[in-house]
């Protein structure tokens, strides 16, 4: 017995080892086999962890893309005119407190705010102490807004997070 299934009509495809090569690319076989999916009428979605200011402009370009997943499926942007149409984020009154308290912590911290992300400045310096590759340390350093306190900006501005990452930096006995 043989199972009819329906047509594809959306692919949601992560960004990094997935629509981009290791270099940050699209290759040509990639970008023909959107152009083949999107002329059978497949709506391509890219889904990712990075906030919508950090989608590689490559990205936007592809054929049949129109709709972007980011921050980890807290936001739902509309890419032709960076639209959110949809956001499940935290509201100020409850990560506020959080980031007080995480502030006391040595850690380094990002929050992403309507696709863009945010870090304390007090965190600047310090990036290139984490335990992380060059290449995500450099993304930091070009990516972020830095800010004398970050709770504070998030309160005045009234403004949501859809997205928080947390780093800790090494101790002196090498443990986080």
């Given at each position: ?12 495809l ?19 086999a ?116 970050l ?26």
């Amino acid at each position: 017995m043989s199972q009819t299934f329906p047509p594809v009509r959306l692919a949601a495809l992560d960004l990094d080892g997935t629509l981009l090569n290791h270099e940050g690319q699209v290759t040509p076989r990639t970008r023909a086999a959107l152009q083949a999916a999107s002329d059978r009428g497949v709506v391509i979605v890219p889904t990712t962890g990075r906030p919508l200011g950090n989608l590689p402009p490559v990205v936007a370009q592809l054929p049949g893309v129109r709709y972007a997943i980011t921050s980890n499926g807290a936001a739902v942007y509309h890419l032709p005119d960076r639209l959110c149409i949809h956001e499940s984020a935290m509201e100020p009154a409850l990560v506020c407190p959080i980031i007080e308290e995480l502030q006391k912590k040595s850690i380094h911290m990002d929050a992403f705010i309507n696709g863009d992300g945010f870090s304390q400045r007090s965190c600047e310096g310090k990036i290139d102490c984490l335990d992380m590759p060059t290449s995500i340390k450099r993304y930091i350093h070009r990516t972020r807004t830095f800010t004398d306190d970050l709770a504070a900006y998030i309160r005045v501005h009234n403004l949501n997070v859809q997205k928080m990452t947390l780093n800790f930096y090494p101790q002196e006995d090498g443990t986080f």
